[in-house]
């Protein structure tokens, strides 16, 4: 976008030599010849010159719309869309661009309006069905776009985008034998289109094809060598298929054409990493991260390579640390708390002896949890990194907590506190990624971070990329996991969508799905925040009866945890829960409950109350399970609906 505004700028100062003996027609004419070639910013600044000569030419404001569409500047392309259809009203084609972008802007009723009024006027106008299959798609109905696109098959028999819209669609619904069907039709007819060969290549990807897949995108760039997205595409399959190095030699390509394409900076870094080369990974990451400085992926990358890979000492650590303590800070000046924990977090993983630490304990404080406030501060005491402030503040709150629940009952709550669940968390190798390779690893990573902060469960320590489900599973059961999560990522260059399917680590049967769908600026971190939130939401709350005292006891759960005055929980003979063989739940019998506790106070970090056991005999003992939610309120979670598969709009924006 500033690439065309600078065009559009520089030519003034000659612009009575560029433009002399040349009408609005000719640059229009001009634009559309860069149209053919998929040279969109020379077609619109053609387009840019006709209107400047002719601000009433439909037809170039129309194609300028269609350029921004191409550039994803759906901004933009409304605003030139809606001039062109002042200029020139019943134009349906016109209105068909409305309305796909629109759809590209999640703005789906008024979508849905105008394609409405397009068929009501010609109930078969192609443009107007593929825009209703692709607002399928946008609303997660992938498989009633594939009904739509076959009834506008028997009109169109022989129509090539309607062919590759529906092989594309069935290979996004894992149906690859019925896509690879309708592709091969289509390169039986158009084997000399390059085109075909990258939709070939990646649909024979998404079915883990790969060396079919290499060999499409392989004849792709033979009939156009300058197609870059087919040579992304390339460097994509060799990564999965582990050739490293040549993924790498790929990319260095696409960066000697443009030095800002970050996208290839960080698949080289990726490859770089995955080869064992750390320092020139974490080099080449930086830069993809300063071209793209809000991509969440690279950053993501770049932060992992960090963490696990230099010392704490690491000058590159405190670089990054502080841009999310820069963020923590806007944040937290806007009253958004959580997302100012998350990123003092964040920089807290890479920089622990930071001083900004003071200000993340600050906001608990705030947020009413001063055990954790004092213990971070303590924290800094011991690192040296206390200040008379600090000081004060921990001999005030120590004085302070002096009555606290955990005082009284002599119990630390730092030794107390216990997680009650293990949770590992994975992605595939065979998943396909058409922006960020190993972009499912990456969020993975992710998750875990995530997850490490929660008080109720542990992340599994093991290799977040599997090559299976069955490895995933064999990790997960060998790692005593109760549950495992495979994460499935689709995006585009706007939009994200998360899948995590969730397995019992015992036996591998389903357990639940859930997924997040985002859009704009942190949707990584929004969308995985969300997935975490619909797991912990899911898991049975389960504390333990840490010490008894004649017939009350404290729980190692507290108002952190939601637990909360009078509440009344079974307390389970220890050893006796076991997690369900499918869905998400906990067994035990009548005859394992052997007792309740009602509570009457409840701390921060630890809960106490009065004990009363159930039969004749008392069996409570110290070390027993307490469990915080009824059978009944442990509905195991199922899918949410299907969720938008942004990468597929992407490819089927591009091709119609």
Same mark, same amino acid.
């Given at each position: 976008?500033?690439?065309?505004?600078?065009?559009?700028?520089?030519?003034?100062?000659?612009?009575? /030599?560029?433009?002399?003996?040349?009408?609005?027609?000719?640059?229009?004419? #001009?634009?559309?010849?860069?149209?053919?070639?998929?040279?969109?910013?020379?077609?619109?600044?053609?387009?840019?010159?006709?209107?400047?000569?002719?601000?009433?030419?439909?037809?170039?404001?129309?194609?300028?719309?269609?350029?921004?569409?191409?550039?994803?500047?759906?901004?933009?392309?409304?605003?030139?869309?809606?001039?062109?259809?002042?200029?020139?009203?019943?134009?349906?084609?016109?209105?068909?661009?409305?309305?796909?972008?629109?759809?590209?802007?999640?703005?789906l009723t008024a979508a849905s309006q105008i394609i409405r009024?397009?068929?009501?006027?010609?109930?078969?106008?192609?443009?107007?069905?593929?825009?209703?299959?692709?607002?399928?798609?946008?609303?997660?109905? /992938?498989?009633?776009?594939?009904?739509?696109?076959?009834?506008?098959?028997?009109?169109?028999?022989?129509?090539?985008?309607?062919?590759?819209?529906?092989?594309?669609?069935?290979?996004?619904?894992?149906?690859?034998?019925?896509?690879?069907?309708?592709? @091969?039709? %289509?390169?039986?007819?158009?084997?000399?289109?390059?085109?075909?060969?990258?939709?070939?290549?990646?649909?024979?990807?998404?079915?883990?094809?790969?060396?079919?897949?290499?060999?499409?995108?392989?004849?792709?760039?033979?009939?156009?060598?300058?197609?870059?997205?087919?040579?992304?595409?390339?460097?994509?399959?060799?990564?999965?298929?582990?050739?490293?190095?040549?993924?790498?030699?790929?990319?260095?390509?696409?960066?000697?054409?443009?030095?800002?394409?970050?996208?290839?900076?960080?698949?080289?870094?990726?490859?770089?990493?995955?080869?064992?080369?750390?320092?020139?990974?974490? !080099?080449?990451?930086?830069?993809?991260?300063? &071209? $793209?400085?809000?991509?969440?992926?690279?950053?993501?990358?770049?932060?992992?390579?960090?963490?696990?890979?230099? !010392?704490?000492?690491?000058?590159?650590?405190?670089?990054?640390?502080?841009?999310?303590?820069?963020?923590?800070?806007?944040?937290? /000046?806007?009253?958004?708390?959580?997302?100012?924990?998350?990123?003092?977090?964040?920089?807290?993983?890479?920089?622990?002896?930071?001083?900004?630490?003071?200000?993340?304990?600050?906001?608990?404080?705030?947020?009413?949890?001063?055990?954790?406030?004092?213990?971070?501060?303590?924290?800094?005491?011991?690192?040296?990194?206390?200040?008379?402030?600090?000081?004060?503040?921990?001999?005030?709150?120590?004085?302070?907590?002096?009555?606290?629940?955990?005082?009284?009952?002599?119990?630390?709550?730092?030794?107390?506190?216990?997680?009650?669940?293990? %949770?590992?968390?994975?992605?595939?190798?065979?998943?396909?990624a058409l922006y960020h390779v190993d972009g499912a690893a990456?969020?993975?990573?992710?998750?875990?971070?995530?997850? /490490?902060?929660?008080?109720? &469960? $542990?992340?599994?320590?093991?290799?977040?990329?599997?090559?299976?489900?069955?490895?995933?599973?064999?990790?997960?059961?060998?790692?005593?996991?109760?549950?495992?999560?495979?994460?499935?990522?689709?995006?585009?260059?706007? @939009?994200?969508?998360?899948?995590?399917?969730?397995?019992?680590?015992?036996?591998?049967?389903?357990?639940?799905?859930?997924?997040?769908?985002?859009?704009?600026?942190?949707?990584?971190?929004?969308?995985?925040?969300? &997935?975490?939130?619909?797991?912990?939401?899911?898991?049975p709350s389960r504390g333990e009866l840490a010490v008894r005292?004649?017939?009350?006891?404290?729980?190692?759960?507290?108002?952190?945890?939601?637990?909360?005055?009078?509440?009344?929980?079974?307390?389970?003979?220890?050893?006796?829960?076991? %997690?369900?063989?499918?869905?998400?739940?906990?067994?035990?019998?009548?005859?394992?409950?052997?007792?309740?506790?009602?509570?009457?106070?409840?701390?921060?970090?630890?809960?106490?109350?009065?004990?009363?056991?159930?039969?004749?005999?008392?069996?409570?003992?110290?070390?027993?399970?307490?469990?915080?939610?009824? #059978?009944?309120?442990?509905?195991?979670?199922?899918?949410?609906?299907?969720? !938008?598969?942004?990468?597929?709009?992407?490819?089927?924006?591009?091709?119609?």
């Open positions: 976008m500033k690439y065309l505004l600078v065009i559009s700028f520089v030519i003034v100062p000659c612009m009575f /030599s560029y433009t002399q003996g040349r009408n609005a027609g000719v640059f229009y004419n #001009e634009g559309q010849a860069a149209m053919v070639q998929e040279e969109w910013y020379d077609a619109a600044e053609a387009f840019l010159e006709a209107l400047r000569l002719n601000p009433s030419h439909a037809e170039a404001a129309g194609s300028l719309a269609y350029c921004y569409y191409e550039l994803a500047e759906f901004d933009q392309a409304l605003s030139w869309v809606r001039k062109a259809r002042t200029l020139a009203r019943g134009k349906m084609n016109l209105a068909n661009l409305e309305a796909r972008i629109l759809i590209a802007l999640g703005q009024e397009v068929l009501a006027r010609e109930p078969y106008n192609r443009e107007a069905l593929f825009a209703q299959a692709e607002m399928d798609i946008a609303q997660g109905r /992938s498989g009633e776009a594939v009904t739509r696109y076959r009834e506008v098959a028997r009109r169109y028999p022989e129509d090539q985008d309607i062919l590759l819209s529906l092989a594309l669609v069935l290979g996004s619904l894992g149906r690859h034998d019925e896509a690879k069907g309708y592709i @091969d039709r %289509v390169l039986a007819r158009h084997s000399e289109d390059y085109r075909v060969y990258y939709y070939a290549a990646y649909l024979a990807s998404r079915a883990n094809r790969i060396t079919e897949a290499i060999r499409f995108a392989e004849r792709a760039l033979a009939l156009k060598s300058t197609f870059i997205s087919a040579r992304s595409l390339l460097a994509n399959l060799r990564y999965r298929q582990g050739q490293f190095a040549e993924a790498a030699g790929l990319a260095d390509g696409i960066i000697s054409k443009n030095r800002n394409d970050a996208l290839s900076w960080y698949l080289k870094g990726m490859a770089l990493s995955r080869l064992g080369r750390r320092q020139e990974a974490i !080099s080449v990451l930086s830069t993809a991260a300063a &071209i $793209a400085a809000e991509d969440e992926f690279i950053r993501a990358a770049l932060e992992d390579l960090l963490i696990l890979g230099t !010392s704490l000492e690491e000058q590159n650590r405190r670089r990054w640390a502080a841009w999310h303590f820069t963020r923590a800070r806007d944040f937290k /000046s806007r009253n958004l708390s959580e997302q100012a924990l998350f990123e003092y977090r964040r920089g807290l993983r890479l920089n622990p002896y930071a001083r900004e630490r003071q200000e993340y304990a600050e906001i608990l404080r705030v947020q009413g949890f001063p055990a954790r406030f004092m213990e971070e501060l303590r924290f800094m005491q011991d690192l040296g990194l206390g200040n008379q402030g600090i000081d004060d503040a921990v001999e005030a709150y120590t004085s302070r907590l002096s009555t606290a629940l955990y005082r009284r009952w002599q119990a630390d709550p730092l030794l107390v506190t216990k997680r009650h669940w293990k %949770v590992g968390i994975f992605s595939l190798a065979a998943q396909p990456v969020a993975s990573g992710y998750l875990k971070d995530l997850l /490490s902060h929660d008080r109720n &469960i $542990a992340p599994l320590e093991a290799e977040l990329r599997q090559t299976s489900f069955s490895t995933a599973f064999r990790a997960a059961r060998e790692g005593g996991a109760d549950y495992f999560l495979i994460l499935t990522v689709m995006e585009n260059e706007r @939009d994200l969508s998360l899948k995590g399917e969730l397995f019992v680590g015992r036996t591998g049967s389903p357990a639940g799905t859930f997924t997040a769908y985002r859009t704009g600026p942190d949707r990584l971190r929004n969308a995985g925040r969300n &997935i975490i939130d619909q797991l912990t939401a899911a898991l005292r004649v017939n009350q006891g404290l729980i190692n759960k507290g108002r952190a945890d939601g637990v909360k005055p009078d509440a009344v929980y079974d307390i389970v003979k220890k050893g006796r829960v076991s %997690v369900k063989n499918e869905g998400i739940g906990l067994v035990y019998t009548e005859a394992d409950v052997v007792g309740t506790i009602t509570v009457r106070e409840a701390d921060e970090e630890v809960s106490a109350g009065n004990l009363a056991r159930n039969g004749f005999y008392d069996r409570i003992e110290p070390g027993d399970e307490v469990i915080f939610q009824t #059978e009944a309120a442990r509905i195991p979670p199922s899918a949410q609906g299907t969720v !938008s598969d942004p990468e597929l709009r992407s490819l089927l924006r591009a091709l119609h």
